[in-house]
């Protein structure tokens, strides 16, 4: 595991650490978020409600787990505010994929991993729709494109608490609204 990590922080993750599975909280309540107030993501592609899975099945899906890794990347809030943010998305899915592939090559088989944000408009921008919704086909970017956190119902405020992560921060560390730096992370379940 500790091999695991030390290739999660060659990525840049600002932080990594080792959960129990039963640590991570799953609100029901969360996925409605995704609806209302709507979320730009919200319809646009299979990893996302209504599409995604489920807080129910993602429940399900964690009883086959007892560890998870669980990273952040600490960005500068500005690139989340123009148009190139689909850049600083794709960087935490690409990250979360190559922590779910590096598993798979350490010998923890069943790794899986997830990201916060949605795919389509990281990596499917400039086509109209999902290949997935639209046409029933396989995902153009599967070994990129990770599911939606937030819209499994995952509080991640909550396991920010748990850890000592902050949301948003300035520049002196305090977590405020005024923030310049902002939180994206994932997890990758490890068995």
Same mark, same amino acid.
């Given at each position: 595991?500790?091999?695991? #990590?030390?290739?999660?922080?060659?990525?840049?993750?600002?932080?990594?650490?080792?959960?129990?599975?039963? %640590? /991570?909280? /799953?609100?029901?309540?969360?996925?409605?978020?995704?609806?209302?107030? %709507?979320?730009?993501? $919200?319809?646009?592609?299979?990893?996302?409600?209504?599409?995604? #899975?489920?807080?129910?099945?993602?429940?399900?899906?964690?009883?086959? $787990?007892? =560890?998870?890794?669980?990273?952040?990347?600490?960005?500068?809030?500005?690139?989340?505010?123009?148009?190139? =943010?689909?850049?600083?998305?794709?960087?935490?899915?690409?990250?979360?994929?190559? /922590?779910?592939?590096?598993? =798979?090559?350490?010998? $923890?088989? =069943?790794?899986?991993?997830?990201?916060?944000?949605?795919?389509?408009?990281?990596?499917?921008?400039?086509?109209?729709?999902?290949?997935?919704?639209?046409?029933?086909?396989?995902?153009?970017?599967?070994?990129?494109?990770?599911?939606?956190?937030?819209?499994?119902?995952?509080?991640?405020?909550? /396991?920010? %608490?748990?850890?000592?992560?902050? #949301?948003?921060?300035?520049?002196?560390?305090?977590?405020?609204?005024?923030?310049?730096?902002? #939180?994206?992370?994932?997890?990758?379940?490890?068995?």
């Amino acid at each position: 595991m500790e091999t695991l #990590m030390h290739y999660a922080r060659s990525l840049g993750v600002s932080d990594v650490r080792l959960l129990s599975v039963d %640590r /991570i909280p /799953i609100e029901d309540a969360l996925r409605l978020h995704c609806e209302s107030p %709507r979320c730009p993501n $919200y319809g646009t592609s299979a990893n996302c409600p209504p599409h995604g #899975m489920t807080p129910t099945a993602f429940r399900e899906f964690l009883a086959d $787990y007892s =560890r998870v890794l669980a990273f952040k990347f600490d960005f500068p809030l500005t690139a989340l505010q123009d148009s190139e =943010r689909w850049k600083t998305v794709f960087r935490l899915h690409d990250g979360t994929a190559s /922590i779910e592939h590096e598993a =798979r090559n350490l010998g $923890y088989a =069943r790794a899986r991993g997830f990201s916060s944000g949605g795919c389509k408009h990281t990596f499917c921008r400039e086509f109209d729709g999902c290949i997935v919704l639209e046409k029933n086909e396989p995902c153009r970017f599967p070994d990129k494109a990770r599911p939606s956190l937030s819209g499994m119902g995952v509080n991640w405020h909550e /396991i920010s %608490r748990l850890l000592g992560w902050r #949301m948003l921060k300035d520049e002196e560390g305090r977590s405020d609204w005024a923030a310049d730096t902002v #939180m994206l992370a994932g997890l990758v379940f490890v068995e």
